[in-house]
Nanobody, 119 residues
């Protein structure tokens, strides 16, 4: 069983930064999973991909966050992190981390953490 717990969300002013962290526990090692990453969902909108790492090395970002957000993983801590810089009001959403342990296997999701960008 895989459990994911996000942290690091909060209220920040436009232009500010936040770092989200997702701790994985259970029968999963961040080092060896097929895919991991972050999605977000704003009120009234569909959940959208923010950033992900596929097969350990292939990194994808949504166009809207390229150059501002950085996804990384800490194998020692078994976490996947999202550094968010130059935040904009449109980044306001609930952020969810996910893990897919094996190719075409099930996805596991965290409970989400709220990010609000407002002055």
């Amino acid at each position: 069983h895989v459990q994911l717990v996000e942290s690091g969300g909060g209220l920040v002013q436009p232009g500010g930064s936040l770092r989200l962290s997702c701790a994985a526990s259970g029968s999963v090692s961040i080092f060896s999973v097929y895919a991991l990453g972050w999605y977000r969902q704003a009120p009234g909108k569909q959940r959208e991909l923010v950033a992900r790492i596929i097969s350990g090395t292939n990194t994808n970002y949504a166009d809207s966050v390229k150059g501002r957000f950085t996804i990384s993983r800490d194998n020692a801590k078994n976490t996947v992190d999202l550094q968010m810089n130059s935040l904009k009001p449109e980044d306001t959403a609930s952020y969810y981390c996910y893990v897919r342990v094996i190719y075409r296997g099930p996805e596991y999701w965290g409970q989400g953490t709220q990010v609000t960008v407002s002055s």
